[in-house]
Structures are given as C-alpha cells and as structure tokens.
Nanobody
Framework: QVQLVESGGGLVQAGASLRLSCAASGRTFSSYPMGWFRQAPGKEREFVAAISRSSGTTYYEDSVKGRFTISRDNAKNTVYLQMNSLKPEDTAVYYC????????????????????WGQGTQVTVSS
C-alpha cells in the first residue's frame, strides 16, 4: 500500500495557475491507477481527473476539461495536476488517490474505487 502526500496548494486569483503534486512512497506506485478529487465546504467529494498506470489514458470531469492536466512520473513516484485558468468555483481541498489494482490502461472515477488517499491540499481561488 502506498502512502500519498499532496503539495502545491495555495491562494491565487482567478485566472492563475497552480500545479499540485502527489508524492507516493513504496515501490509499487507504477502499478497504481491514480486520481485527483476535490471537496468544497458543505459538498461531497467529487472526481476531478484520473490517469492510468501507463499514463496512456486520462479522464477529466467536464468542468475542468481543457484547463486541468493530470500526469505522472513513475520514476519519481509522483502524480501531478496542472491547473490553469483557475476559477473561484475550483476552491476546495484537493486529494490524490491511488488504486492498488488496475489494468495497464484503466482509470477510475469513483472515490470508492481507490484504496489510498493523501491528506489533501487547500486550493483557494479569489475573484
């Protein structure tokens, strides 16, 4: 089981960019499909983006398509979320998640599909 630690959150103005990182411990990171989720105050945790083990397949929630990019560097045991053109409605705690089992090209969008979670990093976008 990997352990995940997010970083890169902060307070930015609308239109700015941030890159979140999620560092994973353990030697099995490359076998984990990964995802990013977010949770705003008073709301349920929602899917943002997912990436397969091989990086060959990515998937995005509709509201972030064209603005956010998920990527991974298996040599560095790290998954990233590049967020451009940020909007106030992107304000939330962002969590990365890993799934222990997955095929080479599979991705997962339900939080119940994931086995490991980071502690979260706050992203606040002011208008």
């Amino acid at each position: 089981q990997v352990q995940l630690v997010e970083s890169g959150g902060g307070l930015v103005q609308a239109g700015a960019s941030l890159r979140l990182s999620c560092a994973a411990s353990g030697r099995t990171f490359s076998s984990y499909p990964m995802g990013w989720f977010r949770q705003a105050p008073g709301k349920e945790r929602e899917f943002v983006a997912a990436i397969s083990r091989s990086s060959g397949t990515t998937y995005y929630e509709d509201s972030v398509k064209g603005r956010f990019t998920i990527s991974r560097d298996n040599a560095k045991n790290t998954v990233y979320l590049q967020m451009n053109s940020l909007k106030p409605e992107d304000t939330a705690v962002y969590y990365c998640a890993g799934r222990r089992v997955g095929t080479y090209s599979s991705y997962y969008i339900s939080p119940y599909d994931y086995d490991a979670w980071g502690q979260g990093t706050q992203v606040t976008v002011s208008s």
